[in-house]
């Protein structure tokens, strides 16, 4: 099932004026922003095809929830198409001089390689889910943000909201850029909701429902709609690749968070910190780590899902040309 485009005409036109801005000279440092399944890295793939459209080169790379993943890693994910990206972060440096003096180096080094790269015709260098980074990531992109506006450059950066600790800890200094560009991803709206059931030739009405049940959440939305959304009352019930994305972070759990899951899900979806605390210690101990919001992000899925290879959309008419 092909999925159409749908919405973000805002966010896409920003994209499109950083492209052309990059590509006269004016680089551009972009983070976009937004909880898992809400489209950052689908907005990656237009800004890569806008970059394409303007004859620019692209290259990317991306963190991963992994704690083998060496640092560095999102960069040298990107260097694998720009050899002179990967001469740069393997800078030696002469023996005697401090590390401190040392990370400079080879920070300058890549700033100045992304910078002759992306002349004459401009670069996109997209670094993907940076809540996972390592801080000698964050802290070299940086580095390298601050000396794009005159570089043909545009840095595409994606992270999940709330960003994890170490991104937090970097995004003063970003945001203190004047070349920084902050895309806050939110909801598809109902009508992007309708738009997509219509494409899929399925019922509009569904849209209200379909809508509330997944908050706009594209990752969620394509999921009911690859499923029969008729088929059940409540939307999610009926998609079977969405509880297989919960199952698979359960598992990765502890049995202590859990057991706190269980009592937040009895709770609806706002939840009170106080009323779970007073809940969960009147079984055991009291939640220690975090937030409630801290504990639903915990319970997000992470990228795509598995398909689930059914293809259950119950057509209704012609699907309209999307
Ligand atoms: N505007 C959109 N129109 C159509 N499909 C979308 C849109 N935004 C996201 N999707 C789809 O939703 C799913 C989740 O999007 P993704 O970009 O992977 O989310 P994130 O990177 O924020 O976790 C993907 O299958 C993607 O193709
Ligand atoms: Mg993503």
Redesign the pocket.
Known sequence: MR??????HQEIARLRAAVLAAGSGAGRFVLVS??????????TDRAAELAAEAGMRSTRGNAVDDVGMPPLWPWRRAARSLPELTAALNTVTEPGRGAAERQFRMFTEVADALTAAAAPTGLLLILEDLHWADPTSLALLGHVAAHTDRAQLLIVA?A?EPAGETLLAYEPDWLRLAHTQLIS?GP?SEQDVRY?LECHGLRTDYAARVHARTDGN??LV?LVIESDPAQSDDPLVAVPGFRRLVLTQLDRLSAEDVDILGAASMLGERIDVDVLTAVVTTVGDPPQRGTPGETSARTEHR??PAEDGRGGARTVGRAAAC
């Open positions: 999925t159409p485009s749908v919405g973000r937004g909880p898992a399944g809400i489209g950052k890295s689908w907005l994606t999940r991803v598809l997509w594209p990752l394509r990228g795509s």
